[in-house]
């Protein structure tokens, strides 16, 4: 008896299971029900337009719904080049003019992320200030 009632447990719980990986495969692992959120494209992408870089770790992205999302709190701005990495947990985030740190958190606090730390600096290098001028 107890045999039997340890099997229809686990059968139950193979189905919640099976029911959360359909939903999951179905709209992403965010869960959302909605169709995936479509790729903004930024117009410029010419590199040399971004002087400024920083790049940010970002706790919380876990498919590549999370990458669209991130990038996508960028692109929307004006003046940004954004492109994150699921591998990395990285976003590289190109600015034509630098923008505070709390503001590049803000955005993607707002985006339903974490920043874990900011690598790097916002001003450009030795080279890019040349091309620049």
Same mark, same amino acid.
């Given at each position: 008896?107890? $045999? @039997? ?8 719980? /193979? ?5 959360? *990986? =359909? ?10 029900? !909605? /169709? ?7 117009? &410029?992408?010419?590199?040399? #337009?971004?002087?400024?870089?920083? $790049?940010?770790?970002? &706790?919380?992205?876990?498919? #590549? ?5 991130? !990038? %996508?709190? @960028?692109? =929307? ?6 492109? /994150?990495?699921? &591998?990395?947990?990285?976003? $590289? ?7 505070? !740190?709390? &503001?590049?958190? =803000?955005?993607?606090? !707002?985006?339903?992320? *974490?920043?874990? =730390?900011?690598?790097?600096? #916002? *001003? ?8 620049? %001028?």
């Amino acid at each position: 008896m107890a $045999t @039997f009632l340890i099997f229809a447990l686990l059968v139950i719980l /193979a189905g919640f299971a099976l029911q959360s *990986t =359909r939903k999951k495969m179905r709209s992403g692992c965010c869960g959302s029900s !909605e /169709a995936p959120e479509k790729k903004i494209k930024v117009h &410029d992408r010419d590199m040399a #337009h971004y002087p400024y870089v920083a $790049t940010l770790l970002i &706790d919380g992205m876990t498919c #590549h719904n999370c990458v669209i999302h991130i !990038e %996508n709190a @960028f692109n =929307r701005l004006d003046g940004i080049l954004a492109k /994150a990495s699921l &591998d990395t947990r990285t976003a $590289t985030v190109h600015m034509r003019q630098p923008l505070p !740190e709390k &503001d590049l958190r =803000r955005i993607v606090s !707002e985006a339903g992320y *974490t920043v874990m =730390r900011i690598i790097g600096n #916002h *001003t450009p290098s030795g080279d890019q200030l040349n091309n620049i %001028n």
